[in-house]
């Protein structure tokens, strides 16, 4: 829980130095209260007082970095439980199950999937993020073949090494010392001998209790032997228990500032019918799980899932947008055509792929209207006449083409009229209204 | 530290609506938000209504039309199919033959074939118009009248033509959709001018407006949540009925539910592809308050039956 100004004062050392920069103790708080100062610009603040005051101010979710290097994964900082109060912070990691009872080529199988599960969507690179290796055979060494056959196949993915063997553990472990792996598979049975392998090899510890008093218990347990970074699992596996397992620890942790359930939430998804486990990933985006545990990696499930993730995870107040430029698709020439939109990021990559669809080499304008769609913006009064001719003035891309033709979208129709009386010597088109009409439209043309 | 599991309870109340002649599908009624049983009361399972229409679904993609093939050619034959073959709960007549732009039905023709669906089914209906503003406001009147007392849903009663539609869906005694465009406050104004008009605000229904997985469904995801919480934390009547997800008509007509995978090899099984799209769009939807849906898909409406039973 956050503490106030005054809370925070009486904690300092109340001399009014100024080492901080801040002219009294109690002006450099109200700084640390709103969190625009950080209490190291305070050299005589007491040991006692920095601890009070750095678990107060620590996130309500612990921040966790899974994996290292170009691929891992930031989990937790999470602040809010409904999106439209705040953008949610970490978009939840999707893994994959590999089993170690499965035979090498199907694991090769899977890795390559995963390695090629990246795709682009509305400018952002989405993929299957991590991999869960599974010790089904409870054989200590199967599961460190496992493990080395997956880590040499893809070196830059996290994992999730799963067993509650703790002689597993470490053979798992000690193949991928030193990237972070999340060692899943802590629980009341084997808490100390789980904890000592995680601190050995620095790994996240997974920790597993059937409920939320057990798990909050056993959280303690394994901070006070000497392991700080965990993900929780409170034993939920039907979509009943997950909504309401993953809902009261969010609630918990931020409402409460309960630090024993601080941790990202880790779900279980993996179910027999493709559709189904669809479904329960879905929920799982939806209620605050940080990583997602998949059974399989299917395109078509990977494209509705990242999909998803992405919507739930955009800004509320700020939606996607991308910067108003002239942006060039192919190779233009000076005959190029030239057609307009608007700034919102799916808007702008809809038409920018129908216009590479095309073939047909373009310059797109994209004008800047606080990322809203054509309609939206036109009905906001952001994608206007006016607008639209000055920023085609202001671009200078009148020396750039030979014809001075606009192509608009066919939904604003109504504004070619008006575009032609700013713009005097150019001549407006309405393009067709829906982007999957362009490519007709401009090989027509050409 | 020993924990306390944070419950809420909540002062308001969705409202319970039953629809069909025999009141056979119920829902809403629930005190918390979307399948929190843990902590409330949620007596009723959403319902999934198959979406049908007056006219062969030929702007349907492949992978949805070819599931009704044989029998989607007459509204009759189609709403059989769907509560005999596919144990429907609810079916949803779209009209959309009576949009000017398409068959251009009259209001007396929309009126037979909804007369003759209601004969030959005995699970609740409910009628869509074509969305034309003006032309809806003829068509549901007659629709209206002519399903006098079967206790269905007439939809969508807009701005723009509420007056008619909700007068006429008051004297024959059917449940009504308010649909308003992903904005808590139009949503909240609609469902006040109606009831003023001594509309029942416990036989409203509201549609904040669906939007398609990727195209926005995160606009209708947090409207959804916000009435939900305006429902429950201000006990804010206006706000109680229940939501409507028109999930398969936005679905069906975007590009990862059409474009072929050989154009899209990164995009996998086209066929796959589409069912996830509804069945994410409807499960998304669904949790965040979502008790009422139309859908296409029959192995999406499977899915989504199945999840049902796992959140209840
Ligand atoms: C989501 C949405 C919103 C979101 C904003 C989303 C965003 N970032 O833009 C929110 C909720 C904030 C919103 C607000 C408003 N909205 Co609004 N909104 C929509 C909605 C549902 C979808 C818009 C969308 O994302 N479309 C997808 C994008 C990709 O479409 P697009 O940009 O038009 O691009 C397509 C085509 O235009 C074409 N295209 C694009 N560029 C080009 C270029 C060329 C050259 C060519 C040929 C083609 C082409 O290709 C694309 C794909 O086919 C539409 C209804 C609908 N279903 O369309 C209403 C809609 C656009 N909104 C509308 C209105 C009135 C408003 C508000 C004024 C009122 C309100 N409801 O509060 C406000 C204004 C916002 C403001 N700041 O003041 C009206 C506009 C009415 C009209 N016909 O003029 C619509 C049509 C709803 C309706 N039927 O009344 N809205
Ligand atoms: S440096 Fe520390 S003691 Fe000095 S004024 Fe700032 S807060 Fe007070």
Not at chain 1, 4 to 28: D, Q, R
Not at chain 1, 376 to 382: E, L, M, V
Not at chain 2, 161 to 178: C, E, F, R, V
Not at chain 2, 289 to 305: S, T, Y
């Amino acid at each position: 829980m956050a503490l106030s100004g005054v809370e925070i004062f009486k904690l300092l050392p109340k001399t009014n130095c100024k080492k901080c920069g801040h002219p009294t103790c109690l002006a450099f708080a109200m700084k640390l209260a709103q969190r625009q100062a950080s209490l190291d610009a305070c050299p005589d603040v007491s040991e006692e007082a920095k601890r009070i005051l750095g678990e107060a101010s620590a996130p309500p979710v612990r921040p966790i970095t899974f994996g290292t290097g170009p691929k891992s994964v930031k989990m937790g900082e999470e602040t809010v439980l409904f999106r439209h109060e705040k953008k949610f912070v970490n978009p939840c990691a999707f893994a994959v199950e590999i089993k170690d009872t499965t035979a090498d080529s199907e694991i090769d199988g899977i890795v390559a999937a995963v390695a090629a599960s990246e795709i682009d969507r509305v400018g952002q690179k989405l993929r299957i993020d991590a991999i869960f290796v599974s010790n089904a055979s409870n054989d200590p060494g199967r599961f460190e073949a496992a493990v080395k056959a997956v880590a040499a196949k893809a070196p830059e993915v996290p994992l999730i090494l799963s067993t509650s063997n703790a002689a597993a553990a470490d053979a798992g472990l000690k193949i991928v010392a030193d990237k972070k792996p999340v060692l899943f598979g802590a629980d009341e049975s084997n808490a100390e001998a789980m904890a000592n392998v995680a601190k050995t090899y620095k790994a996240i510890l997974g920790v597993s209790a059937r409920g939320l008093d057990a798990l909050a218990a056993l959280t303690e347990k394994i901070k006070s032997l000497g392991v700080e970074d965990m993900v929780i699992d409170s034993g939920a596996r039907s979509a009943k228990e997950i909504i309401e397992n993953n809902t009261l620890i969010r609630r918990a942790a931020i409402k409460k500032n309960f630090k024993a359930l601080g941790y990202p939430v880790i779900t279980l998804a993996q179910r027999e019918e493709g559709m189904l486990e669809t479904l329960i990933a879905t929920l799982g985006v939806a209620k605050y799980a940080a990583i997602v545990v998949l059974s399989k990696v299917e395109k078509w499930k990977n494209l509705a899932l990242f999909t998803c993730r992405q919507n739930i995870y955009t800004d509320p107040q700020v939606p996607m947008q991308v910067e108003q430029k002239i942006y060039k698709v192919g190779e233009p020439t000076p005959e190029s055509p030239l057609m307009i939109t608007t700034n919102f990021s799916l808007t702008y990559f809809i038409v920018s792929g129908e216009v590479e669809n095309s073939k047909v080499p373009c310059r797109l304008a994209v004008m800047d209207s606080e990322g809203l769609s054509v309609l939206t913006a036109w009905a906001a009064g952001k994608f206007t006449a006016s607008k639209i001719s000055q920023f085609i003035l202001e671009s200078g891309i009148e020396n750039e083409v030979k014809n001075k033709e606009l192509i608009i979208p066919g939904y604003v129709a109504i504004l070619s009229g008006a575009i032609e009386d700013k713009l005097p010597g150019w001549k407006v088109t309405v393009g067709p209204r829906e982007a999957n009409g362009i490519p007709a439209f401009l090989k027509s043309r050409a | 530290m020993a924990f306390a599991a944070p419950k809420e309870t909540y002062p308001g109340k969705v409202f319970q609506i039953a629809i069909g002649a025999d009141q056979s599908a119920v829902f809403g009624g629930e005190n918390v938000l979307s399948f929190h049983s843990f902590e409330g009361n949620a007596p009723n399972r959403p319902v999934i209504a198959y979406e049908i229409q007056d006219i062969p679904p030929e702007d349907w993609p492949e992978t949805v039309r070819k599931v009704y093939e044989g029998v989607s050619g007459d509204p009759v034959t189609w709403a059989k199919h769907c509560q005999n073959e596919l144990k429907a709960k609810a079916i949803a007549l779209r009209l959309i033959g009576t949009h000017p732009d398409r068959e251009n039905r009259s209001p007396e023709e929309a009126a037979k074939i909804v007369k003759d669906v209601l004969s030959s089914i005995n699970i609740p209906l409910i009628i869509l118009g074509s969305n034309h503003v003006e032309k809806d406001a003829a068509v549901l009147v007659a629709v209206a009248e002519a399903a006098k007392d079967k206790n269905c849903v007439i939809g969508k009663a807009q701005e723009a033509n509420y007056k008619t539609i909700a007068a006429a869906a008051m004297a024959n005694h059917h449940k009504l959709i308010a649909m308003s465009e992903l904005d808590i406050n139009l949503s909240k104004q609609l469902n006040i001018l109606i009831t003023q008009m001594g509309f029942d605000k416990e036989k409203l229904i509201t549609d904040p407006m669906c939007s398609a997985l990727g195209y926005g469904l995160e606009y209708t995801y947090s409207v959804m949540e916000r009435i939900r919480l305006a429902a429950l934390t201000q006990n804010d009547a206006t706000m109680q009925p229940p939501m409507l997800g028109d999930v398969g008509m936005y679905v069906w007509k975007v590009k990862e539910t059409q474009a072929p995978e050989a154009d899209l090899p990164y995009w996998g099984s086209l066929e796959e592809r589409g069912i996830a799209w509804e069945t994410v769009t409807a499960g998304a939807l669904m949790v965040a308050g979502a008790e009422l849906l139309i859908m296409r898909h029959p192995r999406a409406v499977k899915a989504v039956e199945n999840f049902i039973d796992e959140l209840m």
